[in-house]
């Protein structure tokens, strides 16, 4: 989990109050010539409308109250002709608001057709997308919006320490029954070249929620204070992997699962094996360390656990629920409904530091329903819909069993009980006898006290089991910081010093 909404859109709720007259607003969709021939006839039409002009509606798919998202199913388009949309079509929508219920006032508007098939996101290459449009609304409004642009594949420039690898899993491509590759960047210690016979240990970085290997290119020319150190001698000597969170249905979490395939053994047979092999690294167990916050705090702990000779080490900052018991505010295992507790009240899913609750689970799933092919969150490509992906059986239709209902809330308890084989405290006590020796000294965790989604909740409960454990008494650390929030304390510098410490 990731991302804090713009503190400047808690201004501007006011301003999205529902009109009180109907009005009609009719948009005239077309696709240009220039893009026609990679144009795909069957998709998604996403409409998105935003108060905002600073970053492009399209972007803004994380839930806030700026942007409103409206989507629907369409077969059999011809971009030789125009589609006619108005606010008296059926359309689902990431608020409670019609087209038609919208104040009239100045808004932001863009188009995009989600066409492709190969990534899990509305703004994955190969989508088509129109340049936004600047409008005023009124009591009838009619549009002309043509989409024009294709976005392209990612690109990043490599260099003498920056690689780009894109490796095709054998394994993958069996169960998905088509090519699949993994992709990683690498960066390469200052002195990789200096000595040939020189072999190196290995950083795996695993991203936040949805973080793809191209962050590798943001760090390097945002964080200038890390790069000008990295390339110092004062650096350690440490190969850096940036994996990429892409999957089937969201993030993959780099682990095996019903819905997704065999990620885990791909990651740990397959791609690991030929990275080490291609960039001299050691390729011991002693020489692999496994680090990353929120998504990546889970799965570089996850990772550990379950292949715990394979790894010498996890620091993880902020992860995820490690038990269901306490997802985020929710017990999965007892509780009734995800978006209501016992006493009646709608459940916050994100707060800021102080408390104030910032968004509900219940308006978190109406943005990941309105993203997903389905109608539903299994489809969305967003944060919940690849916890049900990851965790959850696969259904009758193919899809991922939801883990609750997504208009209603209603928890599913025999999903529930199917998630409790990914549950990270429930695996500890099942396995502490055989497991314990073998993650001693391996692991460290980092949590604000005030986690802007509750996840230091979790965390107490893993705290309390470490705790109490004996044959062996377990060495995690895990250092809790009052009034600190998601992944506040994380450092790429941080932890690459602590891999070196732990090396000599």
Not at 215 to 235: C, G, I, V, Y
Not at 275 to 287: Q, V
Not at 478 to 491: D, E, L, R, V
Request: aromatic content about 14%.
């Amino acid at each position: 989990m990731k991302r804090f909404i713009s503190l400047i859109s808690g201004l501007l709720i006011c301003v999205l109050l529902l009109s009180q007259d109907i009005h009609k607003l009719t948009i005239k969709a077309s696709i240009s010539d220039d893009v026609g021939n990679e144009f795909i006839s069957s998709g998604r039409l996403f409409i998105f409308i935003s108060l905002t002009p600073w970053t492009q509606p399209r972007l803004q798919t994380w839930p806030n109250i700026s942007t409103i998202i409206f989507a629907k199913n369409i077969k059999g388009w011809n971009p030789s002709k125009s589609l006619i949309l108005d606010s008296t079509e059926e359309f689902m929508k990431s608020s409670q608001w019609t087209l038609s219920e919208l104040k009239p006032g100045k808004y932001y508007i863009q188009l995009l057709w989600d066409q492709d098939q190969n990534e899990s996101g509305v703004n994955a290459p190969g989508n088509i997308h129109s340049n936004v449009k600047e409008i005023k609304l009124t009591q009838n409004t009619e549009l002309d919006i043509t989409l024009n642009q294709v976005i392209p594949e990612i690109i990043i420039e490599e260099d003498k320490y920056v690689k780009i690898v894109k490796f095709k899993s054998d394994t993958l491509s069996s169960w998905w029954e088509k090519p699949v590759y993994l992709k990683a960047s690498v960066l390469l210690p200052y002195d990789y070249y200096d000595n040939p016979s020189q072999k190196f240990p290995v950083r795996y970085n695993i991203a936040g929620y949805g973080g793809r290997y191209t962050r590798l290119e943001n760090l390097l020319a945002r964080d200038t204070l890390f790069t000008d150190w990295w390339f110092s001698n004062a650096a350690p000597q440490i190969i850096n992997i940036f994996l990429d969170g892409e999957g089937p249905f969201g993030d993959c979490y780099q682990i095996d699962s019903d819905n997704n395939g065999p990620y885990g053994y791909a990651l740990i047979h397959e791609f690991i094996p030929f990275l080490e092999n291609e960039f001299k690294a050691k390729g011991t167990p002693e020489s692999r360390f496994l680090d990353g916050c929120s998504t990546g705090g889970w799965v570089s702990l996850a990772l550990q656990l379950f292949y715990p000779d394979y790894f010498n080490g996890a620091f993880s900052y902020s992860p995820d629920p490690v038990t269901f018991e306490d997802f985020q505010l929710i017990n999965l295992y007892e509780d009734k409904n995800a978006f209501y507790n016992e006493w009646g009240n709608i459940r916050p899913t994100q707060r800021d530091i102080t408390g104030d609750p910032v968004i509900t689970m219940r308006d978190f799933m109406y943005y990941e329903n309105v993203l997903g092919a389905t109608d539903t969150y299994i489809t969305s490509g967003g944060q919940i819909g690849a916890f049900t992906a990851l965790f959850s059986p696969k259904g009758e239709n193919g899809l991922p069993v939801p883990i609750f209902d997504p208009y209603t809330g209603e928890i599913d308890h025999t999903v529930a009980e199917y998630w409790r084989r990914y549950d990270l405290v429930e695996y500890l006590k099942t396995n502490w006898p055989v497991l314990g020796p073998k993650i001693s000294g391996k692991i460290w965790i980092w949590m604000g006290d005030m986690d802007n989604f509750y996840l230091n909740l979790a965390m107490r409960k893993m705290v309390k089991f470490l705790q109490s454990t004996s044959n062996p008494t377990s060495d995690a650390v895990i250092t809790f910081t009052p009034m600190q929030g998601h992944c506040w304390q994380y450092s790429h510098k941080d932890v690459l010093m602590m891999i070196s410490d732990k090396l000599r």
